[in-house]
């Protein structure tokens, strides 16, 4: 399990909760594979523990598919070379969109480019959306 720690080197990197890396989840793991391979990255993962639901609700015990060890060896047999697992806390839970990217995503990876699902949401209260992130992604030098 790798922690929120920075490596260097460009990456292509997808992030989400994961529960239970299913068909749509490792299809978001084949194109970031592809296109780690095509741009000569490291293929990465983000994700959280505890679910963002169990925070976002106050849920003692959150339905999970997957555990959270689980999940990331999941991950990595899929072929990502590193799996990041941050703890979503109440005051992670609290940054805003912009701060997300700044913080969080440029604060562990220099993403060449993003992956994510056609839901995805991010920020305080999910008020980011694949499209604010491709915004992001024009002005900080990455595609999404």
């Not at 920075?6 to 909760?17: D, F």
């Not at 793991?29 to 169990?54: H, N």
Request: glycine fraction near 12%; charged fraction near 20%; hydrophobic fraction near 45%.
């Amino acid at each position: 399990m790798e922690t929120a720690e920075r490596r260097g080197g460009r990456v292509v990197a997808t992030v989400g909760v994961f529960d239970g890396v299913h068909r749509g989840h490792q299809r978001l793991i084949a194109r970031v594979l592809s296109a780690a391979a095509r741009t000569g990255t490291r293929p990465v993962a983000l994700t959280f523990d505890p679910p963002p639901e169990a925070v976002l609700r106050r849920v003692d015990e959150p339905f999970q598919i997957t555990p959270a060890a689980a999940k990331l060896a999941l991950l990595e047999a899929h072929g990502l070379e590193e799996v990041h697992c941050l703890a979503f806390t109440p005051d992670f839970a609290r940054l805003t969109p912009a701060q997300f990217v700044q913080r969080t995503l440029l604060g562990l990876f220099d993403p060449a480019g993003l992956v994510v699902g056609y839901d995805f949401r991010f920020g305080a209260g999910g008020s980011g959306n694949a499209e604010l992130l491709r915004s992001f992604g024009r002005e900080r030098g990455f595609w999404v």
